[in-house]
Antibody, heavy 121, light 107 residues
């Protein structure tokens, strides 16, 4: 089955750190660029970060730049998000999403079920 | 950043109704526009990409149109399983911004 499964969420204090993982299966992970997208409770979707298939291109939302680091291990079919200096406003469900490109138009065609990160003292 | 604005923010409709949701970009994005459906407690699901291309497996009652700054998602005949929140997203540049969402409720 083609899927991505997130893990690593939990409760963390403000200023703390957390590392999210996304395990991919059923497809050639190393051929696809990937994203993290988050959704605060009761709110809309917010794109967080992007990494190309070979990790040569990385982008971040301004809201997380300098605090979050995206990475991947193609040998382990895994995507990661290292989150440091966490703030209350980082509380959200974090989704891993596969990036597909058709005629240079990108879209997120495969999503995981998400992992909840709660930042609170 | 490109701002995406959806209207309406919420909508009440009945099974069988034809429904249209609008998405406007703050600058021209060509056809770099995608639509997602999200049900409560679930991950978003891709419906349409490149403004009008139906994702495989999505029912044909869903359609998308538009280019430049104005786009629409149309559901031709609402089914019970279509009551959800819908998001547009631009992929013209980074950051990949989403609209605020349109919540479609049963009347």
């Amino acid at each position: 089955e083609v899927q991505v499964v997130e893990s690593g969420g939990g409760l963390v204090q403000p200023g703390g750190s957390l590392r999210l993982s996304c395990a991919a299966s059923g497809f050639s992970f190393s051929s696809y660029s990937m994203n993290w997208v988050r959704q605060a409770p009761g709110k809309g979707l917010e794109w967080v970060s992007y990494i190309s298939s070979g990790s040569t291109t990385i982008h971040y939302a301004d809201s997380v730049k300098g605090r979050f680091t995206i990475s991947r291990d193609n040998a382990k079919n895994s995507l990661y998000l290292q989150m440091n200096s966490l703030r209350d406003e980082d509380t959200a469900v974090y989704y891993c999403a596969r990036n597909l490109m058709v005629y240079a138009i990108g879209y997120f065609d495969l999503w995981g079920r998400g992992t909840l990160v709660t930042v609170s003292s | 950043d490109i701002q995406m604005t959806q209207s309406p923010s919420s909508l009440s409709a009945s099974v069988g109704d034809r429904v249209t949701i609008t998405c406007r970009a703050s600058q021209s994005i060509g056809n770099y526009l995608n639509w997602y459906q999200q049900k409560p407690g679930k991950a978003p699901k891709l419906l349409i990409y490149a403004a009008s291309t139906l994702q495989s497996g999505v029912p044909s009652r869903f359609s998308g149109s538009g280019s430049g700054t104005d786009f629409t998602l149309t559901i031709s005949s609402l089914q019970p399983e279509d009551f959800a929140t819908y998001y547009c997203q631009q992929s013209y540049n980074t950051p990949r911004t989403f609209g605020q969402g349109t919540r479609l409720e049963i009347k």
